[in-house]
């Protein structure tokens, strides 16, 4: 079963018992599914951070709108095309074969339903969520909001702490505060993605390979592409090109930020300072914003993403979406693959048999991209250490800063190499149980 038909089928059980669900970040693969909430019977509480709060409906929303618009491009065959023509795709890692309509999950008017139930809780406090259950969020600084869940369950006499990483932010600040570690806790479950990475022995400077993007930009008179994510790695770039603004770097070269999304995602970073790191907040007492400066041009349209698409002369356009696969980014990609002057920068992970990791990686040759097959002669480029995620070692290093030995580690949130990987490193560390369930498993806690 594809992901995508998975998503349709929802767990088990009886949404109607729901006493209330908790959701730790505001990234769709975290959040998607809530929309389904009010047609499975549930009209309960969903507890998140302030932030997440402000963010979720404008996710669920956009979500809601973006399936309705997949089936009516479909039906048309209008919908985004992006395809790598040589070398052909690997059938195995095929992104999309489908024969049917897109499935829709949720319509807008059961995301704005779950919207009227989020309910905004501040990190560290503690709250009753159930009958002899409470809960208590710790920032992850994984993005603005994100959150690791920590619950008491009340068992017989006893209690047990369980805790959710979510999804854990690197060490040390970035735009974000720095995060704690783990709570104590007697069973983990710890998310995986990074598992399967190899550890490098220096983390990239990211300053300095942005300031090689400029200086390309500004000697070879290009515009570089970046394909991006709306909510976390736009913010991350962002925060950096502001701080090589002010160094004089940037001088007068355009920066176009082409995602409304992640507009709206910065200034909601402005609005809870005491969640960022000491400069920003310092910037932000100082009445300025470290996700401006004055060559950042905010495009809140099609038609003036439009606009800039092809344009000629230094500058830098950060688009979403980060996989290619729809977006802005696939107009800005027309025109800039075609030509040996074009210049497209990947700044994280991309999606294993799709055209984004077949241009990042150097092989695709030739693309159609919107119908127009196109053969790749741009200059590609990868920007490494951009990752909203803890390496391995990072969290494995998370685990442990409790002091406590948890005595069940459950790994998601990675495929079986990552979780492999992560397995390996957590039982040469601790003494403890490690379970990798498959989906639709059920875990004992006690």
Not at 341 to 361: H, I, K, Q
Request: glycine content about 10%.
């Amino acid at each position: 079963m594809s992901q995508e038909q998975r998503n349709k089928v929802p767990p088990a059980l009886d949404f109607r018992r729901l006493n209330a669900v908790v959701c730790t970040h505001a990234h769709i693969d975290h959040c998607g599914r809530l929309g389904m909430l009010p047609r499975l019977g549930f009209e309960g509480p969903v507890f998140c951070t302030e932030p997440t709060a402000t963010l979720l409906p404008m996710v669920l929303r956009s979500s809601a709108n973006l399936q309705k618009m997949r089936v009516e491009e479909f039906r048309e065959g209008t919908g985004p095309d992006a395809v790598v023509l040589d070398p052909p795709p690997d059938p195995s890692l095929k992104v999309d074969d489908r024969h049917e309509d897109p499935p829709v999950l949720y319509a807008r008017g059961d995301a704005e339903r779950v919207s009227r139930n989020l309910v905004g809780v501040p990190y560290r406090v503690w709250r009753e969520i159930a009958s002899g259950i409470r809960m208590r969020l710790h920032d992850a600084s994984h993005i603005i909001g994100s959150a690791s869940v920590e619950l008491e369950i009340a068992h017989g006499a006893s209690r047990i702490r369980v805790v959710f990483s979510g999804d854990i932010g690197p060490s040390g600040e970035t735009y974000l505060a720095a995060r704690g570690h783990a709570p104590e806790a007697d069973v983990v479950v710890m998310e995986s993605t990074t598992g399967s990475r190899p550890i490098g022995t220096h983390a990239p400077d990211t300053d300095a390979s942005l300031r090689e993007v400029i200086e390309h930009c500004r000697h070879g008179r290009r515009t570089a592409i970046m394909p991006t994510f709306s909510v976390g790695r736009a913010q991350v770039l962002v925060h950096h090109l502001a701080q090589l603004s002010r160094e004089g770097l940037l001088d007068e070269i355009p920066v176009y930020l082409d995602s409304p999304m992640a507009i709206r995602a910065a200034e909601l970073c402005v609005q809870h300072p005491s969640l960022l790191s000491g400069t920003a907040r310092a910037m932000i007492g100082r009445g300025h914003s470290p996700f401006e400066f004055d060559s950042l041009h905010c495009l809140w349209s099609r038609k003036h993403s439009l606009k800039i698409a092809g344009r000629e002369g230094a500058g830098i356009v950060l688009a979403g979406s980060g996989f290619c696969d729809a977006g802005p980014v696939l107009h800005h990609l027309e025109n800039a693959l075609c030509h040996d002057r074009g210049f497209v920068v990947f700044t994280g992970y991309v999606l294993p048999g799709s055209m984004a990791e077949s241009l990042a990686s150097g092989v695709a040759k030739r693309v159609r991209i919107n119908g127009t097959e196109i053969d790749v002669r741009a200059r590609i480029s990868r920007l490494q250490g951009l990752s909203g995620h803890a390496d391995a070692d990072q969290m494995c290093d998370w685990l442990a800063g409790s002091g406590h030995v948890p005595g069940l580690v459950v790994l998601n949130h990675g495929d079986d190499a990552a979780r492999i990987g992560m397995e390996t490193r957590i039982m040469s560390a601790m003494p403890t149980k490690v379970a990798r369930p498959a989906c639709q498993d059920t875990v004992a806690l006690a």
